[in-house]
């Protein structure tokens, strides 16, 4: 497997708390991307870190990539009822040929309460 | 922001029929992906496709499976014939560009599900 066993998660938290989700992965990935997923629907990525970035933030989001362990963290700040979905990392897949076919981990299923 | 829709969003069928899973990619998009997801678990690559042709199938894209856009028109992926362990959730995604800096964007999703 391309993932670690941490990364199958299920967090419950109140509005207005902050949280943090980890990823981990074995395999090389020169990017880090991270999707929110709703109920019924398909992922939609909501930021994407680089391996030269070790930190990148966008709105209530910050995403952190360290590539000496392999490791990505996504973090929201004062998290609101509308931040309920399940949350996929999801590195490059690359083949030894080149190809690219995005692979995602297991998720963390955030639930916030009013 | 840009759609892809599938077709249909859930699709109930006797194990050893063929069945047809729809994707309307977004317009000017290249590059086409499925993606099966067992409920509760996480998201396992099965094709990509570029041009007229698969560039890579994972495992899970056993013999039983095709993927073809004929003419520009919807992306497809068939299975003929089914078989019980099919029952999952299909993700269709395109992407404008190549590689890992680009964007997938996800259909909706159809729900397979194989009596």
């Known amino acids: 497997s391309q993932w670690g066993e941490e990364n199958l998660q299920a967090l419950s938290i109140q509005e207005g708390e902050d949280v943090t989700m980890n990823c981990s992965y074995k395999?090389?990935?020169?990017?880090v991307h991270w999707y929110r997923q709703d109920s019924g629907r398909g992922p939609a990525l909501i930021i994407l870190?680089?391996?030269?970035?070790r930190e990148k933030r966008s709105g209530r989001l910050r995403a952190t990539l360290d590539t000496s362990s392999q490791s990505s963290s996504l973090s929201i700040t004062a998290a609101q009822c509308e931040d309920t979905a399940v949350y996929f990392c999801?590195?490059?897949?690359?083949?030894?040929?080149?190809?690219?076919?995005?692979?995602f981990g297991k998720g963390t299923s955030l639930v916030v309460h009013p | 922001g840009p759609k892809v829709l599938q077709i249909p969003s859930h699709q109930i069928i006797d194990m050893g029929q063929m069945v047809t899973l729809n994707c309307d990619p977004v317009?000017?998009?290249?590059?086409f992906y499925w993606y099966k997801q067992i409920l509760g678990q996480q998201m396992e690559f099965l094709v990509n496709?570029?041009?007229?042709?698969?560039?890579?199938k994972s495992k899970l894209f056993k013999d039983q499976f095709s993927v073809e856009r004929p003419d520009g028109s919807y992306f497809t992926l068939k299975i003929q014939p089914t078989a019980l362990e099919d029952s999952a959730v299909y993700f269709c995604?395109?992407?404008?560009?190549?590689?890992?800096?680009?964007?997938?964007?996800f259909g909706a999703g159809t729900r397979l599900s194989v009596l």
């Open positions: 317009s000017n998009h290249l590059y």
């Open positions: 995604a395109s992407s404008p560009y190549w590689g890992s800096q680009n964007t997938l964007y």
């Open positions: 999801a590195t490059e897949g690359t083949t030894s040929g080149g190809n690219y076919k995005p692979t």
């Open positions: 870190i680089r391996s030269n970035e």
């Open positions: 395999t090389y990935t020169t990017v």
């Open positions: 496709f570029y041009n007229g042709k698969v560039m890579e």
